[in-house]
């Protein structure tokens, strides 16, 4: 194949899920499904946070940006990979193809830094209770958000401006179901030394300091947790940080299953498929992780019941 600049690039082919074409329906409702509960899902939680006066505190503040970037995560790739089902037509634009790689790195990156400043405020309810309100202020939540925010789309633009100086074959196929950052390097006809280089340092910056944070913060708990050991500190602690805790562990768990315990070029279906998890499942079950064992989500939720039953 010729190499061509991304300008002649009119663009991609993307592969897909490696699926049977007679289970190509049966996929479809099923991830179909799983967009819309994932939709609805988070929608409920950030309408909730929004009505109920008792959700207004720095922690629901928190959880609904979180609703926000799963809901946009999973609307960036999952529109495409059904209609891709539904049609047959694998292609995508060159434009249409790095839009999606640059929301993509965007929303999840803000997952990301979101779960940190979520662990920040757990760390400070239950190592500083006293001192809560006074440290975990308004305008620090703000600050906190609008930084999240601000840093993923720098981070985005970094490598999407990267993405825009490679040239590509002529016929470029993407292995994937989506224009995923390294499947798409991957495909690139010309040196990607320098994406790679951005993409350990700068990406592995994003994916390690928040993370030291997350952990930072739960040693500390742990730490004061043991300082006077009970039944109901421990029993309080779990409560206040278990869905958290339960939400990093899926998050990391997956993200590191896709893009650094990665299978062989000689498996790229295994790692698609690992991929569908974080982007597809991980955002559909943060609702219900949050929701099933919180008393306050399940308040606000029977209250808005029965306001829609009387009306």
């Given at each position: 194949m010729r190499p061509e600049n991304q300008s002649s690039v009119s663009e991609f082919l993307l592969l897909g899920l490696p699926i049977q074409p007679e289970q190509q329906a049966m996929f479809f409702a099923l991830f179909l499904s799983m967009y819309l509960t994932t939709v609805l899902g988070n929608l409920l939680i950030i309408l909730l946070i929004r009505v109920d006066p008792r959700l207004h505190t720095p922690m629901y503040f928190f959880l609904s940006h979180l609703a926000l970037s799963d809901i946009s995560l999973s609307s960036v790739t999952v529109p495409k990979m059904l209609m891709n089902l539904k049609t047959h037509h694998q292609s995508i634009s060159y434009v249409g193809c790095i839009s999606q790689m640059y929301f993509f790195i965007v929303f999840s990156c803000a997952d990301n830094?979101?779960?940190?400043?979520?662990?920040?405020?757990?760390?400070?309810?239950?190592?500083?209770?006293?001192?809560?309100t006074t440290i975990v202020r308004g305008e620090l939540c703000i600050f906190l958000v609008v930084g999240c925010w601000f840093f993923s789309c720098v981070h985005g633009l970094l490598h999407s401006l990267?993405?825009?100086?490679?040239?590509?074959?002529?016929?470029?196929?993407?292995?994937?179901?989506?224009?995923?950052?390294?499947?798409?390097?991957?495909?690139?006809?010309?040196?990607?030394?320098?994406?790679?280089?951005?993409?350990?340092?700068?990406?592995?910056?994003?994916?390690?300091?928040?993370?030291?944070?997350?952990?930072?913060?739960?040693?500390?708990?742990?730490?004061?947790?043991?300082?006077?050991?009970?039944?109901?500190?421990?029993?309080?602690?779990?409560?206040?940080?278990?869905?958290?805790?339960?939400?990093?562990?899926?998050?990391?768990?997956?993200?590191?299953?896709?893009?650094?315990?990665?299978?062989?070029?000689?498996?790229?279906?295994?790692?698609?498929?690992?991929?569908?998890?974080?982007?597809?499942?991980?955002?559909?079950?943060?609702?219900?992780?949050?929701?099933?064992?919180?008393?306050?989500?399940?308040?606000?939720?029977?209250?808005?019941?029965?306001?829609?039953?009387?009306?």
């Amino acid at each position: 194949m010729r190499p061509e600049n991304q300008s002649s690039v009119s663009e991609f082919l993307l592969l897909g899920l490696p699926i049977q074409p007679e289970q190509q329906a049966m996929f479809f409702a099923l991830f179909l499904s799983m967009y819309l509960t994932t939709v609805l899902g988070n929608l409920l939680i950030i309408l909730l946070i929004r009505v109920d006066p008792r959700l207004h505190t720095p922690m629901y503040f928190f959880l609904s940006h979180l609703a926000l970037s799963d809901i946009s995560l999973s609307s960036v790739t999952v529109p495409k990979m059904l209609m891709n089902l539904k049609t047959h037509h694998q292609s995508i634009s060159y434009v249409g193809c790095i839009s999606q790689m640059y929301f993509f790195i965007v929303f999840s990156c803000a997952d990301n830094l979101l779960l940190a400043v979520m662990a920040y405020d757990r760390y400070v309810a239950i190592c500083h209770p006293l001192h809560y309100t006074t440290i975990v202020r308004g305008e620090l939540c703000i600050f906190l958000v609008v930084g999240c925010w601000f840093f993923s789309c720098v981070h985005g633009l970094l490598h999407s401006l990267l993405m825009g100086h490679l040239s590509f074959c002529a016929v470029t196929i993407i292995p994937h179901f989506s224009c995923d950052l390294t499947a798409v390097l991957k495909s690139s006809c010309s040196d990607t030394s320098l994406n790679e280089l951005v993409i350990f340092t700068e990406g592995g910056l994003f994916f390690v300091v928040p993370l030291s944070g997350i952990l930072g913060s739960y040693i500390c708990m742990a730490v004061t947790i043991l300082r006077v050991l009970s039944i109901k500190r421990i029993s309080k602690a779990l409560s206040t940080c278990g869905s958290h805790l339960f939400v990093v562990s899926l998050y990391y768990g997956t993200l590191a299953g896709v893009y650094f315990f990665s299978s062989s070029g000689q498996s790229k279906d295994k790692d698609t498929i690992a991929s569908v998890m974080y982007m597809v499942v991980t955002p559909m079950l943060n609702p219900f992780i949050y929701s099933l064992r919180n008393k306050d989500i399940k308040c606000a939720f029977d209250g808005f019941a029965r306001a829609k039953n009387f009306s």
